[in-house]
Every structure is written in structure tokens, then in C-alpha cells.
């Protein structure tokens, strides 16, 4: 079946730090990668996803792109801002066979200082 | 329409006892699915419908475990028996089916605790 591994946390930074959150994946078929995002109190929500490889996603500042040679779908940005503080889920889903749902990583807990 | 909303956001039960989760989704989806979530972990998958049918159940859901969604619209998740282990967070998210790249909008989630 699928599995994602993400780096554990908590990652603490100060603002306008660069982040790099690591993601790997292993997947049947051609599957699609997502980061999602769980701010304090709220729901899961997308951040941004990539369906094919060498796609880029991107959203808020956030960019990731999928590496189908390194099986990865790092998350990155620029320049941090508190507001950023939340956990960040790495995702795969792939049709054909299995779950036809998303797996999800442990996520990674972001601490953001100002 | 505001969202996916789930129902109670807080149970709290005593072990051997029977609770349900309602979960309404996004009105227009088609596709609407069942998590669990522990604490530090990540969501992991339990089952989802297209419509008014069950496709699929993970290993994890028990036979504790049974979910409807009758009419296509409004799902439950009732467990029977309850055991301290099903203490999580369940989320419900739903979809407008489109291939592997679907976006899943998730709602806030019902929080079990069985003491």
C-alpha cells in the first residue's frame, strides 16, 4: 500500500527564516501529492497539491514539486511568518487498487517565533 | 453552503457504551469519507462511499464499526461496544469525484474520549 514519511517536529524558526519541510512517498500507479495544513483548532485544508511529475505546487508562499526520480514532495518557503504556525500533513493518492483515499504523514508541528 | 460540518465535536463515554458521528457534506460531492485521527499521528483512512454505497473499509474499522450514508447526503459512524482504544479525533471530508487529483474538504472532526 501506500506510505508517506515527513520530518518529525516540532520545527521551531524565527520569522522570515526559510523552511523546508522533507517529504517521501511510495505509491502504486501515478499518484497525486498534496500538502495539507491544520492550523490551531480548524480543520484540515488544502494547501496545495501536484498531480503529475515535475509538477509545482504553490500557494501562500508555499512551493513543492514533485519528484518522481526521488519519490519527494518537499514543502518550502521563503520567508516565514508566525501566522504560519500549524501542522503540515503530507499526502498521497492513487487510483487503482488500495485505499481510494489520501495517506497521510505523521505531521510535522511548525512553531514559528516572532 | 459552509463547509463539511460534523456532529458532536466533543463525546465523552464511558467504556461498552454505543456512540455515533453524523457528518454532513459539501452538498454537491458525491464521494464522502471517513479518518481517524490519534494524537501525533496523521489521519489514517477508515472507509468512504460514492453516493449511498460503501467501496471500501480499511482493516482498521472493526466490526465495532459500521457507517451509512442512506441517502447519499448524510453519513454516520456508529461504534459499538466502545473500547478505550477508539479514543481519536474521526474526521469526515468529502469530494466532487475527480480521478486521484481530487481535492478531499475536511471538516473539524468529532472528538471521542471513552474512559
Known amino acids: 500500500g501506500n506510505s508517506v514519511t515527513q520530518m518529525e517536529g516540532p520545527v521551531t524558526l524565527s520569522e522570515e527564516a526559510f523552511l523546508t519541510i522533507n517529504c517521501t512517498y511510495t505509491?502504486?500507479?501515478?499518484?497525486?501529492l498534496f500538502w495539507y495544513v491544520q492550523y490551531p483548532g480548524e480543520g484540515l485544508q488544502l494547501l496545495l497539491k501536484?498531480?503529475?511529475?515535475?509538477d509545482k505546487g504553490s500557494n501562500k508562499g508555499f512551493e513543492a514539486t514533485y519528484r518522481k526520480e526521488t519519490t519527494s514532495f518537499h514543502l518550502e518557503k521563503g520567508s516565514v511568518q508566525v501566522s504560519d504556525s500549524a501542522v503540515y500533513f503530507c499526502?498521497?493518492?492513487?487510483?487503482?487498487?488500495?485505499?481510494?483515499?489520501?495517506?497521510f504523514g505523521k505531521g510535522t508541528h511548525l512553531i514559528i517565533q516572532p | 453552503d459552509t463547509g463539511v460540518s460534523q456532529d458532536p465535536r466533543h463525546k465523552i463515554t464511558k467504556r461498552g457504551q454505543n456512540v455515533t458521528f453524523r457528518c454532513d457534506p459539501i452538498?454537491?460531492?458525491?464521494?464522502l469519507y471517513w479518518y481517524r485521527q490519534t494524537l501525533g499521528q496523521g489521519p489514517e483512512f477508515l472507509t468512504y462511499?460514492?453516493?449511498?454505497?460503501?467501496?471500501?473499509k480499511s482493516r482498521l474499522l472493526s466490526d465495532r464499526f459500521s457507517a451509512e450514508r442512506p441517502k447519499g447526503s448524510f453519513s454516520t459512524l456508529e461504534i459499538q461496544r466502545t473500547e478505550q482504544g477508539d479514543s481519536a479525533m474521526y474526521l469526515c471530508?468529502?469530494?466532487?469525484?475527480?480521478?486521484?487529483?481530487?481535492?478531499?474538504?475536511f471538516g473539524e472532526g468529532s472528538r471521542l474520549t471513552v474512559l
Open positions: 462511499f460514492q453516493n449511498e454505497a460503501q467501496l471500501e
Open positions: 499526502a498521497v493518492k492513487s487510483s487503482g487498487g488500495g485505499a481510494d483515499g489520501l495517506t
Open positions: 501536484a498531480t503529475k511529475a515535475d
Open positions: 505509491a502504486t500507479g501515478y499518484p497525486s
Open positions: 452538498s454537491e460531492h458525491n464521494r
Open positions: 471530508a468529502s469530494s466532487f469525484w475527480a480521478g486521484n487529483t481530487g481535492e478531499l474538504f
